[in-house]
């Protein structure tokens, strides 16, 4: 008889021999897992990420490629195979990162269980088996006290604060845990374009252009090719590190004026910071 974690997570049960052997196989093999647990159907260019186990990795993809949904699907395979793990994802906003964990939620709850907060995070979920996985913007002060991660996704890459690049990457070192990077290019400078073009083999590179995704039509590249530069649609589409000028503020300055740690609230038809 086999005794696993399969069902509810945390709730062990003893299973007939053949069903344990196939729902062993299945909880291994990542893209199995996906497919029949999360009825998530990735295309070839995903399944590579997915199988993907380098501990330093660049995802560097065209807009609307999927990347945030089949990294989600990859973390929650992640914190459910493995017991009492922490798993980072750092995005540029409190938004981004709720949007993930949302993903991450549905994912959990296509496997039979309840997603739960921590307790201690907003935007976070704690499986059975002691594992969480936490969302956080991009604000350095709101990594301090993790430590020992065994996973760290920081989304969108080109646009989360260098700051907080420095702040997460001490969390790995108790228990040499990953660090992914995925992003849409933003321009010839910061550390996802250092890390790109000058990294070394330290990191495994994964590029994904629109015309390589299935998903995306010729009809629609096309209007999007020329409803834009032609330096902003081989950024945006085709993976290039070009330096874009379309907008009057640096959307790096931006971001550093904006105080994450002030909750939006809806109030009458009006959202609201306090």
Known sequence: MYQGFFGKHGLEKVIAPGKARAAE?????????????????????????????????LVNCARQWGKSTVTAAKVV???????GITVIVVSPSGRQSGEFIRK??????????????????RWSVVLGNGSRIVGLPSVE??????????FVVVDEAARVRE??????RPMLAVGDGDLWLLSTPAGQSGYF???????GEGWTRVQVRADECGRMSRAFLEEERAAMTEKKFGQEYLCEFNEVDD????????????DESVEELAADGFRVRV
């Open 25 to 57: 196989v299945l909880e291994k093999d990542v893209v199995a897992f996906v497919r029949g647990r999360l009825g998530l159907d990735p295309d070839e260019q995903q399944e590579r990420l997915l199988r993907e186990s380098g501990s330093r990795v």
């Open 77 to 83: 395979h992640r914190a459910w195979t493995e017991r």
């Open 104 to 121: 991450v939620k549905e994912f959990v709850r296509k496997l039979g269980a309840a997603p739960k907060g921590d307790g201690d995070n």
């Open 141 to 150: 002060a709101t990594v301090r006290g993790f430590s020992a991660v065994s």
């Open 163 to 168: 700051e907080m690049y420095t702040a997460v």
């Open 193 to 199: 374009w250092d890390a790109w073009t000058f990294g």
């Open 247 to 258: 907008g009057v503020f640096d959307p790096a300055a931006v971001q550093d004026m904006v």
